[in-house]
């Protein structure tokens, strides 16, 4: 499975442009026609860029992938391990706090 933030439907046309892009276009690509289509950086966060490109009649057309190879579970995100590195330390730093302060609230009172 390949992971991007969007859905790609079954009239759009995904592939592998190169190792970091992945390009969807809005419709099946065809000779002698003009179609609009959205970079996926892969390997920058999943920032995108969108364009047009003309398909001549001597254009060679892309091979579309399957859309079932694509998914929005971020769980096949390539920065999945980022985010669940982050996740762990602040969910640490926050009990940390919160147990700090309970012990503070609970047991540092002094009643002369």
Excluded at 72 to 98: A, E, H, P, Q, R
């Amino acid at each position: 499975m390949i992971y991007l933030p969007e859905i790609v439907y079954s009239n759009q046309c995904a592939y592998v442009h190169d190792k970091d892009t992945i390009r969807v276009y809005d419709s099946i690509p065809r000779n002698n026609s003009t179609i609009s289509y959205t970079d996926y950086f892969v390997n920058s966060n999943y920032l995108t860029r969108t364009g047009s490109t003309t398909f001549s009649q001597y254009s060679t057309l892309p091979t579309c992938r399957d859309t079932d190879d694509f998914t929005t579970n971020v769980g096949y995100s390539n920065y999945f391990d980022k985010v669940l590195i982050m996740s762990l330390i602040l969910i640490g730093v926050v009990w940390f706090l919160v147990k700090t302060l309970l012990r503070r609230f609970l047991y540092g009172r002094k009643i002369y």
